[in-house]
């Protein structure tokens, strides 16, 4: 147990550096780390040495700088969010810079916010909008062809494929085969605007910076 003021301050309260981690308000009750045992992912960090190959993780912003002013790491060391090894910086890059990371997370979701508003401003081409319709087109005939048979004409089901099916299933087909092939060809189109597009703003983003 350790005092503080007057208070007692259970043992359990004090991080590894010596810190107190939180105290309470005027009832002296535990906050912080102890009232929320489960930290978020986002919140761990992972280490290692720059030539090695297995990272350290479960670690707290409080944990690197511990170990960095112990002389355990040094300022060449890496740090990432745990799971986020692609976003590493070097321990030294994280001290003076301790809003890295949520930097980091707000120009990715500016990215992604800017890919999306490029690939809403891509209009459709006319031969997937018609793909589309002919496939709806194709399932509203299955579904009500087959009510009507079964209501109408209960004397052709198990029949096979007679004559008279033939004659109604293979406009119905032909629907769904020239859907097929309107609605592929319409989509690979479509990507390729899109991919189009998104290479024209990086192309613009590269030049102003």
């Known amino acids: 147990m350790l005092r503080r003021q007057g208070q007692i301050i259970p043992r359990s309260v004090v991080g590894q550096s010596g810190r107190i981690l939180a105290l309470g308000g005027e009832s002296g009750g535990v906050h912080g780390a102890s009232a929320n045992p489960q930290r978020r992912m986002e919140d761990r960090l992972a280490i290692k040495r ?5 990272w350290r993780s479960n670690l707290t912003r409080t944990d690197v700088l511990s170990r960095l002013e112990k002389r355990q790491i040094s300022r060449d ?5 745990q799971g986020s090894a ?3 910086v070097t321990v030294g890059q994280f001290v003076d810079d301790p809003a890295i ?4 997370d707000q120009e990715a979701a500016n990215e992604e916010r800017r890919r999306r508003a490029i690939v809403a401003s891509v209009e459709r081409p006319p031969l997937l909008k ?3 319709k002919l496939l709806q087109l194709f399932f509203a005939c299955l579904v009500v062809g087959g009510a009507i048979v079964r209501i109408s004409f209960p004397h052709m089901l198990g029949a096979g494929l ?3 099916a033939l004659m109604i299933l293979v406009p119905i ?6 859907g097929v092939v309107a609605w592929v060809l319409g989509g690979l189109h479509y990507r390729h605007q899109v991919h189009s597009a998104l290479r024209r703003e990086l192309d613009v983003t590269s030049r102003s910076t």
């Open 50 to 54: 720059s030539d090695a190959w297995i």
């Open 162 to 164: 007679t004559p008279s």
């Open 173 to 178: 087909w032909s629907i769904g085969g020239i």
């Open 130 to 132: 018609i793909g589309q």
């Open 77 to 81: 060391w890496l740090v990432c969010p």
């Open 101 to 104: 990371f949520q930097r980091q």
């Open 86 to 88: 692609g976003r590493a």
